[in-house]
């Protein structure tokens, strides 16, 4: 039987909102992490831009991975 004290309601509404700024969080600080870390070899090897137009994308998709895990973690199916 559901305990009447505990509200799930306003639990799942506040889980919600946590995992959205989660993920808004995660794909922004890895596409900065991204950036900065093209921007840095750009400066060592190329100099010509390429190097922060390859770290975005790799942060891009670093960001969508983690993204994905933490997708499967709140949903509780960490199997694969």
């Known amino acids: 039987m559901k305990d009447?004290?505990?509200?799930?309601?306003?639990?799942s509404g506040w889980k919600a909102?946590?995992?959205?700024t989660a993920l808004?969080?995660?794909l922004a600080v890895c596409t900065f992490g991204g950036f900065?870390?093209?921007?840095?070899?750009?400066?060592?090897?190329?100099?010509?831009?390429?190097?922060?137009?390859l770290g975005v994308l790799?942060?891009?998709?670093?960001g969508i991975l983690g993204i994905i895990a933490l997708i499967k973690t709140v949903m509780g199916?960490?199997?694969?």
């Open 4 to 11: 009447p004290t505990k509200s799930d309601d306003n639990n």
């Open 77 to 80: 199916g960490n199997d694969g």
């Open 36 to 53: 900065y870390l093209g921007s840095w070899l750009d400066k060592i090897w190329l100099g010509n831009g390429l190097g922060i137009g």
């Open 24 to 26: 808004g969080i995660e």
């Open 58 to 62: 790799l942060g891009i998709i670093i």
């Open 17 to 20: 909102v946590g995992l959205v």
